[in-house]
């Protein structure tokens, strides 16, 4: 009968962790009032019990305090345990790397003193940075969790404008496995448009759809950035920015070990080498290739990086770099995958020319 009066489910969040930079003051319960015929009981003054209890569930108890939360229309209220009336010692003095915890629930629905044990719970689920000694730990924990999610795709990055995107992981950067549409940079300016039949003689920062026409090419494709709206560094969304060379370099040899990051040539107009690269970049399949640019069987994409065509040609991929060109500082470099060859190429265009863009994870 007793388990009927309380639901509890552990949030486990941090309350003052990073601003303190130090073991967190506290962690949220959120707790459901019942009686005892299983009502809830809402919209009510009620008292809680809560013991922090080691080793065991019949264990010493280190830590006790208590909570007087109104309920909601449900009966739940979100207890910050840590933030109560103590009782019993101190929150703070819990070494919780030390041993394992419960956390013994009781609860007067009369606000009083008259407890009714609800039972005890193993905090099977501590946060990670309870452990963490000041918040440089916790910044680094939070940052290789947040990779692993956008590593694995469980986890899709969204810019400004609400698109959302899958992400993979390749060697050691994690990158954007679509490309951007956004038409706002990530402090929610919007970025000039420019038609796709003009853009190339823009000189400032600019944005295009293909063929000026979103319906059919924006929602595949993306849309086309020219080099001076990259160079804002605001066009991929916060966290993350425009490859530059060394990025795209890397992440090309990890794929292709022939790549083998060939030194550029001031002046020239392209470089193609590899022999594998542009195969493991593709899509798997060829839907949106020309037959006649396709490998035998489509692509593999073994990489997850997904490339498409370029939107409108149907044969090459081609996404803007973030680097300048050293030696003609009216060009800037792109990288492609190019139908007539198995490995990748880069080569130079007019800043104003507008490509595709794919972020990377700072």
Not at 8 to 24: E, K, T
Not at 194 to 218: K, P, V
Request: aromatic share 14%.
């Amino acid at each position: 009968m007793k388990n009927r009066f309380f639901i509890l489910s552990i949030f486990a969040v941090l309350i003052n962790c990073i601003v303190y930079g130090q073991a967190p003051k506290a962690f949220r319960f959120q707790a459901q009032a019942r009686d005892a015929n299983g009502q809830a009981v809402g919209n009510k003054q009620v008292k809680y019990r809560i013991s922090i209890v080691k080793t065991t569930i019949g264990g010493t108890t280190v830590y006790q305090e208590t909570h007087q939360p109104v309920t909601d229309n449900y009966g739940i209220a979100n207890l910050n345990i840590g933030q109560g009336i103590p009782l019993i010692s101190s929150f703070n003095l819990i070494d919780w790397g030390a041993d394992s915890y419960f956390v013994k629930q009781e609860l007067d629905i009369n606000n009083g003193n008259t407890f009714v044990v609800l039972g005890t719970t193993q905090l099977m689920s501590v946060p990670y940075a309870l452990y963490a000694q000041n918040a440089v730990d916790v910044q680094n924990r939070l940052i290789n969790l947040q990779n692993q999610l956008y590593g694995n795709g469980i986890l899709k990055l969204q810019d400004v404008d609400g698109n959302q995107y899958k992400t993979v992981r390749i060697g050691t950067q994690i990158w954007m496995a679509e490309n951007l549409k956004t038409t706002r940079y990530n402090d929610g300016v919007s970025i000039t448009y420019i038609s796709n039949a003009t853009i190339s003689t823009s000189i400032s920062e600019a944005y295009c759809w293909y063929n000026d026409d979103f319906a059919t090419w924006g929602p595949t494709y993306g849309a086309k950035y020219n080099w001076y709206s990259i160079n804002t560094g605001k066009l991929c969304p916060s966290g993350w920015h425009v490859p530059n060379n060394d990025e795209w370099y890397t992440m090309e040899n990890f794929v292709d070990p022939t790549f083998n990051n060939p030194v550029l040539c001031p002046g020239c107009g392209g470089q193609c080498v590899g022999t594998t690269l542009a195969n493991k970049l593709r899509e798997q399949g060829d839907a949106h290739w020309f037959p006649m640019y396709a490998y035998p069987g489509g692509g593999s994409n073994s990489s997850g990086f997904s490339a498409l065509p370029d939107a409108g040609n149907h044969y090459s991929g081609m996404w803007q770099s973030s680097s300048q060109h050293d030696g003609q500082p009216i060009y800037s470099w792109q990288h492609y995958s190019n139908y007539s060859d198995y490995g990748g190429c880069r080569g130079v265009s007019l800043k104003g020319n507008a490509y595709a863009v794919r972020c990377i994870k700072d």
